[in-house]
């Protein structure tokens, strides 16, 4: 098990750019988190989605950003064009939801740093 | 969803039992209790769950009240490993969404 992968770990990038983070989940996981954590606000919760669909994205800052899942074994976050206050460390995380409950525990990427210069 | 409440942080001796609390008190029927832990800004790590019943793993024990309203999440025997930030979150309904609060921050100290 390989666990939730992000890419890339790090990313530098100057104000205006597009900033394209990436998560591949657990394979068998059909829910999948993205996470935005700064000092400030802690973890917020940004989108997620159950099969592939988005369920919720009232955590989505602005229009700046963007979440897409195009299949079950990949997921992307853009944000265009970026901001300063954008640095955070985002996550991913995904679960294997089944039945009405979804009570499966979350299973964590190691994140992506975003700085923002 | 349910919100929670956690002391700020706690200190606990090693190789003594850390003992967290978590209030949810508008915990309802169908939703869960998780317990995560996050290290220095690593991802956050599952560490244990329940909805009723009290439940143990190798990481830990959950105790959860039988008005549900609190639980405690209990680690036997802390190491200075277990230093670490502790979530305590609930949910399962409204398509499983999980809103983490500010956790409590557990220093294991020699």
């Known amino acids: 098990d390989a666990g939730v992968i992000q890419s890339p770990r790090h990313e530098v990038t100057e104000m205006g750019q597009e900033v394209t983070l990436r998560c591949k989940p657990i394979?068998?996981?059909?829910?999948l988190f993205w996470y935005r954590q700064t000092m400030m606000r802690g973890l917020e919760l940004l989108i997620y989605f159950n099969n592939n669909v988005p369920i919720d994205d009232s955590g989505m800052p602005e229009d700046r950003f963007s979440a897409k899942m195009p299949n079950a074994s990949f997921s992307t976050l853009k944000i265009q064009p970026s901001e300063p206050r954008d640095s955070a460390v985002y996550f991913c995380a995904s679960r294997r939801a089944a039945g009405s409950s979804y009570n499966s525990p979350l299973h964590f990427g190691n994140g992506t740093r975003l700085t923002v210069t | 969803d349910a919100k929670t409440t956690q002391p700020p942080s706690m200190d606990c001796a090693e190789g003594r039992a850390a003992n967290l609390p978590c209030n949810h008190s508008t915990i309802s029927g169908n939703e869960y209790v998780y317990w995560y832990r996050q290290i220095h800004s690593q991802g956050p790590q599952y560490i244990i769950h329940g909805l009723k019943n009290n439940e143990t793993n190798e990481m830990a024990s959950l105790i959860i009240t039988e008005d549900r309203k609190s639980s405690t999440l209990i680690l036997p025997h802390a190491t200075l490993r277990d230093t670490a930030v502790y979530y305590c979150i609930v949910g399962g309904n409204q398509g499983g969404k999980l809103i983490f609060g500010q956790g409590t921050e557990l220093s294991v100290k020699p």
């Open positions: 394979s068998g996981h059909n829910s």
